[in-house]
C-alpha cells in the first residue's frame, strides 16, 4: 500500500541506535575536548591581559587625577595666602591715608 506517506520502510528512516560509532571515537573525543580547553584558556588569558591592562589605565588616571587634585589644591592656598596680602594691604592703605588725612 503505497500512497502520499509513501512506504514503511520509507517512513522509517535512520534511528540514532543503528548508527555505529567508529572504532577509534575516542580519539577525535579527547581531540575535541583538548581543542576546546586550549581555546578556553586562550579566552581566559585574553580576558586576562584586558582586564591588567584596564586596570593600569584606570589607576594612571587616578593617579593623573590625584596630581590635579594636589595641584588645585596647591593653587588655592596659594590664593588663599594672595588674597590674605592683598586684605593686609589694602587695611595698611587705608591706615596710611587716614594718618594722613588726619595729620594734615
Same mark, same amino acid.
Given at each position: ?13 535512520? +534511528?540514532?541506535? %543503528?548508527? @555505529? ?10 581531540? /575535541?575536548? *583538548? ?27 587616578? +593617579?593623573?587625577? %590625584?596630581? @590635579? ?10 590664593? /588663599?595666602? *594672595? ?22
Amino acid at each position: 500500500m503505497t500512497g502520499v506517506r509513501g512506504t514503511r520502510d520509507q517512513q522509517r528512516g535512520i +534511528r540514532l541506535a %543503528d548508527v @555505529r560509532l567508529p572504532r577509534y571515537w575516542p580519539v577525535p573525543v579527547i581531540a /575535541a575536548l *583538548l581543542l576546546a580547553w586550549r581555546l578556553q584558556n586562550r579566552s581566559l588569558w585574553e580576558a586576562e591581559s584586558v582586564g591588567k591592562d584596564l586596570g593600569k589605565i584606570t589607576v594612571e588616571r587616578w +593617579r593623573e587625577g %590625584d596630581a @590635579r587634585t594636589d595641584q588645585m589644591i596647591v593653587l588655592t592656598k596659594t590664593l /588663599a595666602r *594672595l588674597t590674605w596680602v592683598l586684605l593686609a594691604a589694602t587695611v595698611v592703605t587705608l591706615v596710611v591715608n587716614v594718618v594722613i588725612l588726619v595729620t594734615a
